[in-house]
């Protein structure tokens, strides 16, 4: 019993380190241009879907890693310079619609080219298998999956919080009239952001899709764990981004060996009980 709370305990974290990268991108979306995107998910379906089709047509699961990322983020940069941008100066209402409607648009385009059958997706050969530590069997790819996730986490860490351009973004949320000011491009600073979070979320995908599976409506159940991650953590913050998806993991993980059809409940039941304690969250700067 032990030997399976632990490698449970383990699988939470790696399900963790996939919500911590949706809901870091999310984050600095929300936290730098103070855009609630509810299409969140939906460029997390795609970072699944454009790497189910590389690996159809070429079999080389390592170019998903690279490639899918890139696409999933340009489509994100053209979706921030033709729609969004367009209602920074409106109500958070016109946001949320917008973004709503992407998300459902896009959803029902992946069901035209994909059908509504879900795909399977398998892991590289070389991370097939599992690896005994202590007479306990982890799964390779969930190792890697966890790896890397924290290699990227903590590279985004250091890109906004001790780089130059992490200084130009933090300064640009905070007055953007006056960064324009001394000449930096604040809408480009924009662009580019929103293009790196969307590719976070298409890189998350990539990573979740042989563990989970690919469906149409993947994007949609994602967004709302997604949303509570990032209330848990609290808007607006890097490090609680991080906190709260690891929590949800965690506690999802956890409550499978017990209630397996409350894995999913859980996640909002921990949020409603620390909203009750902490309005903003665990570490939230915003309300």
Same mark, same amino acid.
């Given at each position: 019993?032990?030997n399976?709370?632990?490698?449970?305990a383990?699988? *939470?974290?790696?399900?963790?380190?996939i919500?911590v990268l949706?809901?870091? #991108?999310l984050?600095?979306v929300?936290?730098?241009m103070?855009?609630?995107?509810?299409s969140h998910?939906?460029?997390?379906?795609? *970072?699944?879907?454009?790497?189910?089709? &590389?690996?159809t047509v =070429?079999? /080389?699961?390592?170019?998903c890693?690279?490639i899918?990322?890139?696409?999933?983020?340009?489509?994100?940069?053209?979706?921030e310079y033709?729609?969004?941008?367009?209602? +920074?100066?409106?109500?958070?209402l +016109?946001?949320?619609l917008? =973004?709503?409607?992407?998300a459902i648009?896009g959803q029902?385009?992946?069901i035209?080219?994909?059908n509504?059958?879900?795909?399977?997706? +398998?892991?590289p050969?070389? &991370? #097939?298998?599992?690896i #005994?530590?202590?007479?306990?069997?982890?799964?390779? +790819?969930? $190792?890697?999956?966890f790896?890397i996730?924290a290699?990227l986490?903590?590279?985004?860490w &250091?890109?906004?919080?001790?780089?130059?351009y992490?200084?130009?973004?933090?300064?640009?949320?905070?007055d953007?009239?006056?960064?324009?000011?001394?000449?930096? /491009? !604040?809408?480009?600073?924009?662009l580019l952001?929103?293009?790196l979070?969307?590719?976070?979320?298409?890189?998350?995908?990539?990573?979740a899709a042989?563990?989970r599976?690919?469906?149409?409506?993947?994007?949609?159940?994602?967004m709302g764990?997604c949303?509570?991650v990032v209330?848990?953590g609290?808007m607006g913050?890097?490090? *609680?981004? !991080?906190?709260?998806? &690891?929590?949800?993991?965690?506690?999802?993980?956890?409550? =499978?060996?017990?209630?397996?059809?409350?894995?999913?409940?859980v $996640?909002?039941l921990?949020?409603?009980v !620390?909203?009750l304690?902490?309005?903003? *969250?665990?570490?939230?700067?915003?309300?």
């Amino acid at each position: 019993m032990f030997n399976l709370i632990i490698a449970q305990a383990f699988n *939470g974290l790696v399900l963790g380190m996939i919500y911590v990268l949706l809901a870091m #991108s999310l984050t600095i979306v929300w936290g730098m241009m103070g855009i609630i995107n509810f299409s969140h998910g939906l460029f997390f379906a795609l *970072g699944a879907y454009f790497a189910y089709t &590389l690996v159809t047509v =070429t079999g /080389n699961f390592w170019l998903c890693l690279v490639i899918v990322p890139l696409a999933v983020g340009l489509i994100g940069m053209l979706i921030e310079y033709t729609l969004l941008r367009r209602l +920074y100066s409106l109500s958070v209402l +016109y946001q949320v619609l917008m =973004t709503f409607g992407i998300a459902i648009a896009g959803q029902e385009v992946i069901i035209l080219f994909y059908n509504p059958i879900g795909k399977s997706f +398998y892991p590289p050969e070389v &991370l #097939s298998g599992a690896i #005994s530590i202590g007479g306990i069997f982890f799964p390779k +790819y969930r $190792i890697f999956v966890f790896i890397i996730s924290a290699f990227l986490t903590f590279g985004m860490w &250091l890109f906004i919080e001790k780089t130059k351009y992490g200084s130009i973004i933090r300064a640009g949320t905070e007055d953007s009239e006056m960064v324009n000011c001394v000449g930096i /491009n !604040i809408p480009k600073i924009f662009l580019l952001i929103f293009g790196l979070a969307m590719a976070i979320a298409g890189f998350s995908g990539v990573l979740a899709a042989p563990i989970r599976g690919i469906e149409p409506y993947m994007g949609l159940v994602i967004m709302g764990i997604c949303f509570a991650v990032v209330v848990i953590g609290g808007m607006g913050s890097f490090i *609680g981004s !991080i906190v709260g998806g &690891l929590i949800a993991g965690m506690s999802q993980s956890l409550v =499978t060996l017990i209630v397996p059809s409350a894995s999913i409940v859980v $996640i909002y039941l921990v949020m409603a009980v !620390i909203l009750l304690i902490r309005t903003r *969250g665990l570490m939230g700067i915003r309300d």
